[in-house]
């Protein structure tokens, strides 16, 4: 994997805090950065698709944990049996 090189601004706190885990960690300070800007960077992703792909109607409040279950459950039901059906 290629890296680009920026400069960034940081907190002296925080920058000693990162001196402390690298060397106990026995990796080094860049490597802790990197994983967070990649912790940052995935936090903010926009996702093309959305996470969850199929929908359930329900009556447009909220439910409780057994009904939602009991909702799941029909709906499932109901998509294997057109399922065996075809």
Known sequence: MSMK????YADPED???IKEAAA???VSEAEIIRQGIHLAAMANRVW????FS???EGPG???PKTE???TVADAVR???DAGNAA
């Open 48 to 51: 093309d698709e959305p996470l």
């Open 61 to 63: 409040r909220t439910l």
């Open 78 to 80: 109901r998509e294997t």
């Open 24 to 26: 106990r960690r026995g």
């Open 68 to 70: 939602v279950r009991d």
């Open 15 to 17: 920058l000693a805090i």
């Open 5 to 8: 090189r920026t400069n960034v």
């Open 54 to 56: 199929r929908t359930f």
